[in-house]
C-alpha cells in the first residue's frame, strides 16, 4: 500500500486520543476520515503531516517510514478548515508561496501556479486579495496552494466547514473533479456523514480514537460491523430480537411484540439467541414491492409525519412498543397520497435487507 498507518497510539495525560489504529490507503485513493468530535481523525491526519508525533506505532509513505521527517520534508500538501491564507498577499503569492520556500525558480513559479488556478478554476484571479473573494473562492486558494507543490498526499481537514450548504455541495463536486484530474492520494477529514458517503472512494469511522470499521460508502452504510457505524451513519432502525429457529441460509426471530420477521444467516447464530438486527429506513415501506420479493411485514400506527422535500420519514409505533422509522420517498407521496397520523398500516421491507449487528447467547 501506498499509505501505511500501523499500530498508532497517542495520549494526552489519561485521555486516549488515539487507540491502535492501523489502515493502509492506495496511492490514488480519495479516502475520508469520519466521526464525531473527539473520535481523533483529526490528531491522525497531523500525525501523517508530521505536526503530531504518536506516542507509539509508524507511519510509511511510499514505504518509507516519515515519522523523524519535520512536516516541510514530507511533501505533503495541507488545506484547513480556516484556510489560512496571507491577507497582504495577492492570490498569485499566496499560490507560489510553497514553491517560493522550496526554492524553485521563478519561471517555473509562474508555469506551476498558472495551472493550479486554472485546475482550480480561478484563472484571472492572480491579483486579487484574500478579503476580495468569497468563501468559496478563498478555498479555492487554499487548495491550488496545496495541489501547486505535486504532493505525495494532498490533506484536507474540514475544509468545507465554514460553507453554506449550497457551496458546500458545489464544492465538494469540485474537490472529486480535481482529484480525477490529478490522481493524487487524497485524506479528506469531516463530520459529516452525507460528504463522506458522497465523496469517497472509501470511508474510515472513528470514534474514541478507535478505527470502527473502514471500506467503501456502501459498504459501511448498508453492512456497518457496529452498533455505533451503524447509527452514526444516518437513520438506523436497530431491532432487538429473540431468534426462535435458525434455517438454511434463515433464522427465524421475534421482536418483542411477537411479530415474527426473517433475517439473513450471518456466522453463529443459535435458537434462543438475542440479535440485534439493522434495517435502513428506505427500506422499509407502506406499500409491498412489485414481483415476488420475500418481505418481513409489521403492522404499525402513524406516530408522525416529518417531511423533507425530497421525501418524508414516518414515525411508526409497532407492537411491543417497538418504533420504526420509514423512508417515504417524494414519488411514493405522489402515486399513493400522503399518510397521516394514527393512521393503521403495514410495513413491508426485503428480508435482504436485514443485517444482524451482534448476537448474545
Given at each position: 500500500?501506498?499509505?501505511?498507518?500501523?499500530?498508532?497510539?497517542?495520549?494526552?495525560?489519561?485521555?486516549?486520543?488515539?487507540?491502535?489504529?492501523?489502515?493502509?490507503?492506495?496511492?490514488?485513493?480519495?479516502?475520508?476520515f469520519l466521526g464525531p468530535s473527539g473520535s481523533g481523525k483529526s490528531t491522525i491526519l497531523r500525525m501523517i503531516a508530521g505536526f503530531t508525533r504518536s506516542d507509539s506505532g509508524y507511519i510509511k509513505l511510499n514505504g518509507e517510514l516519515i515519522q523523524e521527517k519535520p512536516p516541510y520534508k514530507r511533501n505533503l500538501g495541507i488545506v484547513f478548515q480556516d484556510y489560512s491564507l496571507f491577507p497582504h498577499m495577492t492570490v498569485q503569492q499566496n499560490v507560489a508561496f510553497g514553491l517560493r520556500m522550496r526554492k524553485v525558480s521563478k519561471e517555473e513559479q509562474a508555469r506551476r501556479v498558472a495551472d493550479a488556478l486554472e485546475t482550480v478554476?480561478?484563472?484571472?484571479?492572480?491579483?486579487?486579495?484574500?478579503?476580495?473573494?468569497?468563501?468559496?473562492?478563498?478555498?479555492?486558494?487554499?487548495?491550488?496552494?496545496?495541489?501547486?507543490?505535486?504532493p505525495l498526499v494532498l490533506l484536507l481537514d474540514e475544509p468545507l466547514g465554514a460553507l453554506d450548504r449550497k457551496l458546500r455541495e458545489e464544492m465538494q463536486i469540485e474537490l472529486r473533479r480535481i482529484h480525477e484530474a490529478l490522481g493524487v492520494t487524497t485524506i479528506f477529514v469531516t463530520h459529516d456523514q452525507e460528504e463522506a458517503l458522497t465523496m469517497?472512494?472509501?470511508?474510515?469511522?472513528?470514534?474514541?480514537?478507535?478505527?470502527?470499521?473502514?471500506?467503501?460508502?456502501?459498504?459501511?452504510?448498508?453492512?456497518?460491523?457496529?452498533?455505533?457505524?451503524?447509527?452514526?451513519?444516518?437513520?438506523?432502525?436497530?431491532?432487538?430480537?429473540?431468534?426462535?429457529?435458525?434455517?438454511?441460509?434463515?433464522?427465524?426471530?421475534?421482536?418483542?411484540?411477537?411479530?415474527?420477521?426473517s433475517v439473513p444467516a450471518i456466522g453463529e447464530v443459535a435458537t434462543q439467541d438475542d440479535i440485534q438486527v439493522?434495517?435502513?429506513?428506505?427500506?422499509?415501506?407502506?406499500?409491498?414491492?412489485?414481483?415476488?420479493?420475500?418481505?418481513?411485514?409489521?403492522?404499525?400506527?402513524?406516530?408522525?409525519?416529518?417531511?423533507?422535500?425530497?421525501?418524508?420519514?414516518?414515525i411508526l409505533n409497532g407492537p411491543g412498543d417497538v418504533q420504526l422509522i420509514a423512508y417515504i420517498s417524494a414519488r411514493e407521496l405522489a402515486e399513493h397520497g400522503e399518510a397521516h397520523q394514527g393512521q393503521r398500516i403495514t410495513v413491508y421491507w426485503p428480508i435482504s435487507a436485514s443485517t444482524i449487528l451482534s448476537r448474545r447467547a
Amino acid at each position: 500500500m501506498y499509505l501505511e498507518l500501523n499500530h498508532l497510539s497517542k495520549r494526552y495525560d489519561n485521555v486516549v486520543a488515539i487507540d491502535d489504529v492501523s489502515l493502509s490507503i492506495a496511492q490514488g485513493e480519495f479516502v475520508t476520515f469520519l466521526g464525531p468530535s473527539g473520535s481523533g481523525k483529526s490528531t491522525i491526519l497531523r500525525m501523517i503531516a508530521g505536526f503530531t508525533r504518536s506516542d507509539s506505532g509508524y507511519i510509511k509513505l511510499n514505504g518509507e517510514l516519515i515519522q523523524e521527517k519535520p512536516p516541510y520534508k514530507r511533501n505533503l500538501g495541507i488545506v484547513f478548515q480556516d484556510y489560512s491564507l496571507f491577507p497582504h498577499m495577492t492570490v498569485q503569492q499566496n499560490v507560489a508561496f510553497g514553491l517560493r520556500m522550496r526554492k524553485v525558480s521563478k519561471e517555473e513559479q509562474a508555469r506551476r501556479v498558472a495551472d493550479a488556478l486554472e485546475t482550480v478554476r480561478l484563472s484571472g484571479y492572480e491579483k486579487r486579495l484574500p478579503n476580495q473573494l468569497s468563501g468559496g473562492q478563498r478555498q479555492r486558494v487554499a487548495l491550488a496552494r496545496a495541489i501547486v507543490i505535486e504532493p505525495l498526499v494532498l490533506l484536507l481537514d474540514e475544509p468545507l466547514g465554514a460553507l453554506d450548504r449550497k457551496l458546500r455541495e458545489e464544492m465538494q463536486i469540485e474537490l472529486r473533479r480535481i482529484h480525477e484530474a490529478l490522481g493524487v492520494t487524497t485524506i479528506f477529514v469531516t463530520h459529516d456523514q452525507e460528504e463522506a458517503l458522497t465523496m469517497s472512494d472509501r470511508v474510515a469511522i472513528l470514534s474514541g480514537g478507535q478505527l470502527h470499521q473502514m471500506g467503501t460508502p456502501y459498504g459501511v452504510y448498508e453492512r456497518p460491523a457496529t452498533d455505533f457505524v451503524a447509527d452514526f451513519l444516518g437513520r438506523a432502525n436497530l431491532l432487538q430480537l429473540a431468534v426462535v429457529a435458525c434455517e438454511d441460509s434463515l433464522i427465524k426471530a421475534k421482536l418483542p411484540g411477537g411479530s415474527l420477521i426473517s433475517v439473513p444467516a450471518i456466522g453463529e447464530v443459535a435458537t434462543q439467541d438475542d440479535i440485534q438486527v439493522l434495517v435502513r429506513p428506505e427500506h422499509i415501506s407502506f406499500y409491498p414491492p412489485a414481483g415476488d420479493t420475500p418481505c418481513n411485514t409489521v403492522e404499525c400506527a402513524v406516530e408522525r409525519i416529518s417531511y423533507h422535500g425530497s421525501g418524508a420519514y414516518a414515525i411508526l409505533n409497532g407492537p411491543g412498543d417497538v418504533q420504526l422509522i420509514a423512508y417515504i420517498s417524494a414519488r411514493e407521496l405522489a402515486e399513493h397520497g400522503e399518510a397521516h397520523q394514527g393512521q393503521r398500516i403495514t410495513v413491508y421491507w426485503p428480508i435482504s435487507a436485514s443485517t444482524i449487528l451482534s448476537r448474545r447467547a
